[in-house]
């Protein structure tokens, strides 16, 4: 079954540093999301990205943060410059065609933890 | 920003039996709704979903029924087996490719 795959699983960095979190979205999906949690908070947006631009974006989501999707395949988001409050788990979704059966199901993957020291 | 929520923190559940998970929103724009089940470290898997045309959808073990007059949804596992212990959010979109909005979720534990 196609899934959504996430790398690194786990990303530590010191304050100040450069990030950058892939994704590979399920083949085909036209739609891409990305979206963090606070450790004991809820899942909140960040962005979502439809035909190589940015659709929305949350008040979360500054001058800091930029997605990217630099081939046919890989979606990555990228983080300039660190803080400590952007510690979380970061998840990347993928939303399927006109005409499947689930058309408006995100389907997420298994996260990035990042650590910032 | 609370539109959506989800009262009851954790709820425990003997095997076999019925699990009521509920869930509340504000957002009358909201059309979509979804569940979704996680483990720890990893990521939401989709459970179900319902749009608002429909008051309740059924898969296998898994009923969501929708009131739209209260804003209220409600997951229903039945019956509870040990693998369903795991934290299900709720999630609302308006619709399309919009946004989820997530609940805060709810930690199930099924007990044997």
């Known amino acids: 079954e196609p899934e959504v795959t996430q790398t690194p699983s786990h990303q530590v960095t010191q304050m100040g540093q450069e990030v950058i979190l892939r994704c590979v979205p399920i083949?085909?999906?036209?739609?891409f999301y990305w979206y963090r949690q606070i450790l004991g908070q809820k899942v909140e947006f960040l962005v979502s990205?439809?035909?190589?631009?940015?659709?929305?974006k949350s008040e979360i989501f500054d001058d800091q943060f930029s997605v990217e999707r630099p081939d046919g395949s890989n979606f990555t988001l990228k983080i300039r410059s660190t803080k400590l409050e952007d510690s979380a788990m970061y998840f990347c979704?993928?939303?399927?065609?006109?005409?499947?059966?689930?058309?408006?199901?995100?389907?997420f993957g298994p996260g990035t933890r990042l650590t910032v020291l | 920003d609370q539109q959506v929520k989800q009262n009851s923190p954790s709820l425990s559940v003997q095997e076999g039996r019925i699990s009521i998970l509920n869930c509340d929103y504000t957002?009358?724009?909201?059309?979509?709704f979804l569940w979704y089940k996680k483990y720890p470290a990893e990521g939401p898997t989709f459970l179900i979903s319902?749009?608002?045309?429909?008051d309740k959808n059924e898969d296998g073990r898994f009923t969501v029924f929708l009131n739209k007059s209260a804003k209220h949804l409600s997951l229903h596992i039945v019956p509870s087996q040990p693998g369903d212990s795991a934290v299900y959010f709720c999630?609302?979109?308006?619709?399309?490719?919009?946004?989820?909005?997530f609940g805060q979720g709810t930690r199930l534990t099924i007990n044997p």
């Open positions: 979704a993928s939303l399927g065609l006109a005409g499947e059966p689930t058309t408006d199901t995100q389907y």
């Open positions: 083949s085909n999906h036209l739609y």
């Open positions: 990205f439809y035909n190589n631009e940015i659709s929305e």
């Open positions: 957002n009358s724009m909201f059309d979509y």
């Open positions: 319902i749009s608002s045309i429909k």
């Open positions: 999630a609302a979109s308006e619709g399309g490719a919009q946004k989820l909005v």
